[in-house]
């Protein structure tokens, strides 16, 4: 049998220069409604199982929605004792919709599938303006796909909004690479200042790409396109300005204090906790020893390098098309290399591999805090560049080196998803097998110059040894119930919300079965009391979280040998029996229960609390009296009583409880003037629970006030003193 050549219409059918989108197809706004249809449905498949998701924003949104002041500042509580630690841009969306339609979990995290809609829509708009349709659906449905995509567009975390405005400023940048008028260099700027107001400093990871490639293949002359940027700089500082200026300028002693800050500061939060923090490891007020990282890190996060991407936290989020992303970057680049100054095609390359490189680069190597959630950052520009790609290998089909480059794209793919599926191997066991198998035939007849029915059956095959893996992934992350601070797609590979100490890098964990931080002490035999920390080192965790027996009380008990599971010496176990509670299916950064860390119904530093009826019952009686109902160490610890209650709960210390606010003085002065009514101990409360202003005030509390139990949380009357 003789195999023909059928070439394509043109080797290269892009545009040389900037042409705009091309006509619609017939088939093209169809497919598009599908595309759309499919991803919204599937994203509110079992929305409602995420509950409040991440307590933490959950009950600044409901501040938010009862306060207008809690609103602008993105407080924790509506009386505005402390902010989140983040400015309040993608809180602002949900409580909008709380504001519409009551407090729950679907006014909540509905709005986010929405942008995650929009996300997917500007993506598809802006890839097929130089690649066409084909190149625009192929994009938006490898991010649609992408696990940690569809976690996070299901979700309360503020990186949903930063990704759609990082997405929204490539795609008012790549409009002004075709006509280079003014307008859409100030939409740029104006969509990564409101960025900026999502996540701070993050957005900026695509400023200098953005700057560099209008600088080069800008149609105006390079002195035009100076000012331009320019303009585009003036729009982004005003969009995130207007906020800033406000808060500093703004009374420091009639507003919220400064979340995440140690001097109420959103400048300083912005350079330090959520800036420069992030990538030396210099953190004061984390979730370390004393409330930092030491300097340059820990390892807690995991161990960088140019691998992090790829290894057992990260790689079941993102890495899957990682290679062929990258092999597409390198191959568009030369397909468009003589091609002229302002060539959209080459640009958009440009745009979408910056984005990938340099984001991928800084959280490879970053020694702060680092989740797995946060390479959602990384979707677009991956799903961009895989679209492009297939595009171009089809148009280019008759080139042996395209057809080799394709054929090493498949491969690589193959080879990724076999590793990271072999890390869940009780994960639909057969995939693996499955795509291994298509991935070599595929390569394979790759690197053949095809018939056009052979070439496309081809083509199909690796598209689907390609979305196989990331498929399954994202259908397990739909099915599975995800809450806490530190949520993961995909089934469980045995991390705690990428934490892994040095030395151990296939997810093993110290004597508590969680790593980083060694200096706990172990819990009773009946796991009742492990003492301040436990022996799984987390900071603050009265009540154990180690118990090396079984739990008698069902408030820590945990097997926590270390040896087996990782997540053993943070669970604690809800029935008392010393095993994790749960069926297995929640995905919470290592939690196996949406309460938390430490089982207990107080919480920690990284789970809600869960308040029975009768504390319920306890906090809102006479609860308008009062400008707190309650005060509590850390904010994941407050939140859960005032999402049970509707009632203000004082989050002393902020996330980590390591923020000093309030003062002990200032504490002092609301309990004297009848502000504050219960001061609930007991429930963990980070850093600042066994040291600075929090252990201060726990002191204070229990020398002048008695204590009573109810349903295991220790709760003083601060009106009744002893």
């Not at 992408?146 to 979700?155: D, G, H, K, N, S």
């Not at 739909?478 to 601070?485: C, R, V, Y």
């Not at 999402?643 to 003062?663: C, K």
């Amino acid at each position: 049998m003789t195999l023909t050549v059928v070439p394509p219409s043109t080797t290269e059918s892009v545009p040389a220069r900037n042409t705009g989108p091309s006509r619609a197809a017939r088939w093209e706004y169809p497919a598009l409604a599908v595309l759309l249809l499919a991803t919204g449905l599937s994203y509110l498949y079992n929305l409602g199982a995420n509950g409040w998701a991440n307590s933490f924003y959950s009950a600044a949104v409901q501040a938010g929605s009862q306060s207008w002041k809690a609103f602008f500042f993105g407080s924790s509580d509506a009386a505005n004792s402390i902010t989140v630690d983040k400015p309040p841009a993608s809180l602002w969306v949900m409580e909008l919709s709380v504001r519409l339609f009551g407090m729950n979990s679907w006014s909540m995290l509905v709005p986010q599938v929405l942008l995650g809609l929009a996300t997917v829509a500007l993506l598809w708009a802006t890839v097929r303006r130089s690649f066409g349709p084909a190149a625009g659906l192929i994009a938006g449905l490898v991010m649609a796909v992408t696990p940690v995509f569809a976690l996070m567009f299901r979700f309360n975390n503020p990186d949903a909004l930063l990704v759609l405005l990082m997405v929204a400023a490539v795609w008012a940048m790549t409009r002004a690479l075709d006509d280079g008028r003014w307008r859409w260099l100030v939409l740029t700027g104006t969509c990564i200042g409101f960025g900026f107001l999502a996540k701070q400093l993050q957005v900026m990871l695509v400023v200098p790409v953005l700057a560099l490639v209008y600088l080069f293949a800008g149609p105006p002359k390079l002195g035009k396109r100076v000012a331009q940027l320019f303009a585009a700089g003036a729009a982004m500082v005003v969009a995130a300005g207007w906020w800033l200026l406000t808060v500093e300028l703004w009374p420091a002693d009639s507003r919220p204090y400064i979340g995440g800050s140690q001097n109420n500061s959103i400048i300083e939060l912005t350079l330090g906790y959520n800036g420069l923090g992030r990538l030396n490891g210099n953190e004061t007020g984390s979730v370390g020893p004393g409330g930092e990282l030491p300097p340059g890190g820990n390892g807690m996060w995991g161990q960088t390098g140019i691998t992090r991407m790829f290894d057992h936290a990260q790689g079941g989020q993102i890495a899957w098309l990682l290679p062929a992303a990258l092999i597409a970057l390198v191959t568009g680049l030369l397909l468009r290399g003589r091609a002229a100054r302002t060539d959209a095609a080459r640009a958009q390359v440009l745009l979408w591999g910056g984005w990938l490189l340099i984001t991928g680069l800084v959280f490879s190597f970053m020694a702060g805090i680092f989740h797995q959630y946060y390479t959602v950052a990384l979707a677009p520009a991956l799903a961009a560049l895989v679209g492009i790609g297939a595009v171009l290998f089809w148009r280019n089909r008759s080139r042996w080196w395209v057809r080799t480059a394709a054929a090493a794209a498949v491969g690589a793919t193959t080879a990724t998803a076999w590793l990271l599926l072999s890390r869940s191997a009780d994960f639909l066991p057969w995939l693996r097998w499955t795509i291994l198998v298509g991935g070599i035939i595929a390569t394979l007849v790759l690197l053949l110059p095809l018939p056009r029915r052979a070439a496309v059956a081809a083509a199909l095959l690796a598209a689907a040894v390609g979305l196989a893996g990331p498929t399954a992934y994202t259908v397990d992350t739909l099915n599975s119930t995800h809450s806490g601070p530190i949520p993961t797609a995909g089934p469980s590979t045995g991390m705690f919300g990428g934490m892994r100490p040095p030395g151990m890098p296939n997810g093993g964990t110290g004597p508590g079965g969680v790593p980083g931080i060694p200096d706990g002490t172990p819990g009773a035999a009946d796991g009742t009391d492990g003492g301040p920390g436990g022996a799984a080192g987390l900071p603050a965790v009265p009540g154990g979280t180690h118990g090396t027996g079984t739990g008698d009380s069902g408030t820590a008990g945990s097997t926590g040998d270390g040896a087996a599971d990782p997540t053993d010496g943070i669970t604690g176990a809800a029935r008392g029996d010393g095993a994790p509670a749960g069926d297995g299916t929640s995905r919470n950064g290592g939690m196996s229960r949406p309460g938390g860390m430490g089982g207990s119904p107080g919480g920690g530093v990284m789970g809600a609390s869960e308040p029975s009826d009768a504390l319920v019952a306890l906090l809102t009686d006479n609860a308008e009296a009062y400008t707190w109902a309650a005060a509590t160490v850390s904010a994941n610890s407050a939140a859960g009583y005032q999402l049970a209650t509707e009632e203000p709960v004082m989050p002393i210390g902020g996330f980590n409880g390591s923020d000093p606010s309030p003062t002990l003085e200032q504490f002092r002065h609301y309990v004297e003037s009848g502000q504050i009514h219960y001061f609930l101990a007991g429930s963990g409360g980070g850093p600042g629970g066994r040291t600075g202003t929090g252990a201060d005030i726990t002191q204070w509390v229990q020398e002048h006030f008695t204590a009573q139990e109810v349903d295991g949380i220790t709760v003083y009357d601060l009106t009744a003193p002893k």
